[in-house]
């Protein structure tokens, strides 16, 4: 007779169907739960984050329920295999409700299926509700939902967990560092683990004596409180996990300043509208005629609007960035966040037929613009129509403006990082004033005062005039500028946000060149007609935890050209007060208290850290210890016997017997005396041995209490046996090994009983 369990009899494939006792509707819950996890986690990074929860949570109900049926009556593989047309069919009902890319319902299906994961990573955060984005977070839901249906159906308890833990896993890193922690979706996954430890399908019928395929289960579990015990051991270890997390996460990650990867840095955005390459090209013809109409801006106060910020200088023009991601009409809140800023500004805009180009003008750093079809560069802020150009829309958008009145920007400094190296490159070909310029006015001081000195040298050296001829490579900057102490050349705003820009880059400052339209002028109570008089361009220089703070650099525009070529949002930050100067001594007060503090967070760490690993520790012996006495005095006698003769070949294992899976009862008894002295009672193990064989053959004749009784007695002198003969500290850490919780203690492969 072999001591491990016979094979599972197959799932019948036809006939009545699976009834759905308790435990089996306890067990789909579970399952649901487990699926919706990872619907919970990717569902936050969407601009309609409820309506995708509903869709992912109904289908991972569908999924779970579908699969169980279907395996009562199939294989594993045809359950896979008929239940993938309604997640398809699902795809396509999804293209008719939210359509994507993709012209029609089945092409835009279609595409849907080969093009999602790129289409999501290719957005922006909050992702946009199409098909496009939805096909994949929808089969991935499917195919979880019918993973752990059928890995629960085979009883494979801790397996069934595993897809919606690897779904929750990928939720997270797809995901990347735009939605909030998923604490929410970590705590189904820990109810969900509960329910499905303690639920178990209904047993199977083996076969009986005589069967060509009789084998002794000698690793069946009592029916009766297995399951339950394993429900309540995972519950202690979800609230002991929890606790722990509670109690020392925190703390462990009080001084971690590392940020999750962000998938989306990966694919590069397809959009690159070419309509206007060159929004500076504009402004020396709207200088030249500034009274032609635009836009119109209903805002409670007069507000600043944002066009487009350009980066990439080719030694002739400045392009904007061609990254633009799609997105919904929420988006994504800037990091950092505009510092000062008190709520945000709403306002509703009106465009005219006469402005070119897709991007649309936003007020400071948008949070919503109420346009379909949307495109947004997240570096610069920009946002762009997909569907053509911007000219003749309506849409109310809402942003948050910062404030830079009384930021100490003396204490600021540059990034570091390659992502900001593109923000300080200059072709070759540059001319020589620029150095000339910069080692004059701007070599030493902070790079704040640097940043200012090179504003201050362009207005006050030069002088606008809205009649210069337009241009702003190389060759204008250079007729433009003048050595500092002489006078410069006239120009418009785009000459001049140009050459600061230039100018900053040659001091070693991340710059680009930033076009907006200013307040304009008021017709009715909150009603603003911006004007091409109003349109301007700055320069903006990027500190690190402030962002982009713009620089005003044109000279006199109001009083020589008839509009106010630099907004309140584009003010150069005034001279700091002494009292912000000063006010690093109190910074430097407050740091004094920060070591206490972070030792009282270091202690309370160390302290849960030492309770939870003890818990640990001590929780393993306890769980080892009521697992014995369960298997020894739980259930009939014939299931006390096998619960013996499994604590039998744990010991064999702990001691390193030489014990192959396929020994039979009387290989096992003699192993299980060689790692014995010869002195220590063994008389017992033979008792053992026929209770055994009479389980498996015998139909348990013979196999009362008292034979139980003496079987388990004969396990823990042997144990005990086994534990002195170990070396001294084997023996002091026999109950402290967590090994034996983890090795499998239900049937697994069906062998031929052999005596």
Do not use: K
Not at 190 to 216: C, D, E, F, N, Y
Not at 686 to 698: C, I, Y
Request: aromatic share 6%.
């Amino acid at each position: 007779m072999t001591a491990p369990a016979p094979e599972r009899a197959a799932p019948p494939v036809s006939g009545r169907p699976y009834r759905a006792s308790p435990s089996t509707l306890l067990a789909c819950v579970g399952l649901v739960l487990s699926t919706v996890a990872g619907g919970v986690v990717v569902s936050a990074s969407y601009g309609s984050a409820v309506t995708l929860l509903a869709v992912l949570a109904a289908c991972s109900v569908v999924s779970v329920v579908v699969a169980l049926v279907l395996r009562s009556r199939h294989s594993a593989l045809r359950t896979v295999l008929t239940g993938v047309p309604l997640p398809l069919a699902s795809v396509v009902a999804a293209a008719a409700w939210v359509p994507g890319e993709g012209d029609g319902v089945l092409r835009g299906a279609g595409e849907a299926l080969l093009h999602s994961g790129a289409r999501i990573l290719t957005s922006t955060a909050p992702t946009p509700l199409t098909v496009d984005t939805l096909a994949l977070p929808l089969l991935a839901t499917w195919l979880t939902g019918t993973a752990t249906a059928l890995a629960w159906r085979a009883e494979r308890r801790a397996l069934a967990l595993l897809p919606g833990l690897v779904l929750l896993v990928g939720a997270v890193v797809l995901n990347g560092p735009a939605a909030p922690p998923g604490f929410t979706a970590i705590g189904l996954l820990g109810v969900a683990a509960v329910l499905i430890m303690s639920a178990r399908p209904a047993s199977r019928t083996h076969s009986g004596v005589g069967s060509p395929s009789l084998g002794i289960q000698v690793d069946q579990r009592p029916a009766g409180p297995s399951p339950v015990r394993d429900g309540v051991i995972t519950g202690l270890i979800c609230v002991l996990t929890a606790t722990m997390a509670v109690l020392g996460g925190p703390a462990l990650l009080a001084g971690w300043s590392a940020e999750p990867g962000d998938p989306r840095a990966v694919l590069t955005p397809p959009m690159d509208p070419q309509e206007a390459l060159n929004p500076l090209s504009y402004l020396p013809g709207w200088a030249a005629e500034p009274d032609e109409h635009l836009l119109t801006v209903e805002s409670d106060q007069p507000v600043d609007l944002r066009w487009v910020a350009l980066s990439d200088f080719t030694g002739t023009t400045w392009l904007p960035e061609s990254g633009y991601r799609s997105a919904d009409q929420v988006l994504p809140a800037p990091v950092p966040p505009p510092p000062g800023a008190d709520g945000d500004v709403t306002a509703r805009i009106s465009v005219g037929e006469d402005l070119p180009g897709s991007w649309a003008p936003v007020v400071g750093a948008p949070r919503r613009v109420g346009l379909d079809s949307l495109g947004y560069d997240a570096l610069t802020g920009t946002v762009v129509t997909r569907d053509g150009t911007v000219a003749g829309r309506d849409y109310e958008v809402v942003g948050t403006v910062a404030d830079w009145s009384g930021v100490d920007l003396s204490r600021s400094s540059p990034p570091v990082g390659d992502v900001y190296e593109l923000y300080r490159e200059l072709p070759p070909g540059a001319p020589p004033i620029l150095d000339e310029v910069v080692s004059a006015i701007a070599a030493e001081g902070d790079y704040h005062h640097r940043a200012r000195a090179i504003a201050e040298y362009l207005r006050d050296s030069h002088t606008f005039d809205p009649e210069t001829p337009g241009g702003h490579g190389y060759a204008h900057i250079d007729a433009l500028l003048a050595a500092p102490g002489g006078q410069g050349g006239s120009g418009t705003s785009e000459q001049f946000a140009s050459a600061f820009a230039l100018l900053t880059r040659a001091a070693g400052l991340p710059s680009r060149v930033a076009v907006g339209f200013a307040p304009g002028t008021e017709r009715d109570e909150g009603e603003y007609e911006v004007r091409t008089g109003d349109a301007h361009a700055w320069g903006e220089v990027y500190f690190d935890g402030l962002g982009w703070v713009p620089y005003n650099v044109t000279p006199g525009g109001r009083d020589e050209g008839g509009a106010d070529e630099t907004p309140e949002s584009a003010q150069a930050p005034d001279e700091p007060e002494a009292g912000e100067l000063d006010s690093g001594s109190e910074t430097e007060s407050d740091g004094q208290a920060a070591p206490d503090r972070q030792d009282t967070t270091e202690g309370l760490w160390a302290v849960a850290a030492s309770g939870g690993a003890l818990t640990l520790v001590l929780l393993i012996p306890v769980l080892r210890l009521a697992r014995r006495a369960r298997r020894l005095s739980a259930g009939t006698p014939t299931d006390r016997v096998l619960g013996a003769w499994r604590e039998l070949r744990e010991a064999l294992r702990m001691g390193a017997a030489d014990l192959d899976t396929g020994a039979t009862v009387t290989e096992t008894v003699t192993a299980a005396r060689a790692l014995v002295p010869d002195t220590a009672p063994s008389s017992g193990l033979d008792h053992l041995a026929r209770a055994v064989n009479s389980t498996g053959f015998g139909g348990g004749v013979g196999v009362d209490a008292p034979a139980a009784e003496e079987a388990a007695r004969a396990v823990r002198d042997h144990q005990r046996a086994v534990r002195r003969a170990r070396p001294r500290f084997r023996r002091l850490t026999w109950w402290f090994d967590p090994r034996p919780l983890f090795w499998r203690d239900g049937p697994s492969r069906r062998r031929r009983g052999r005596r």
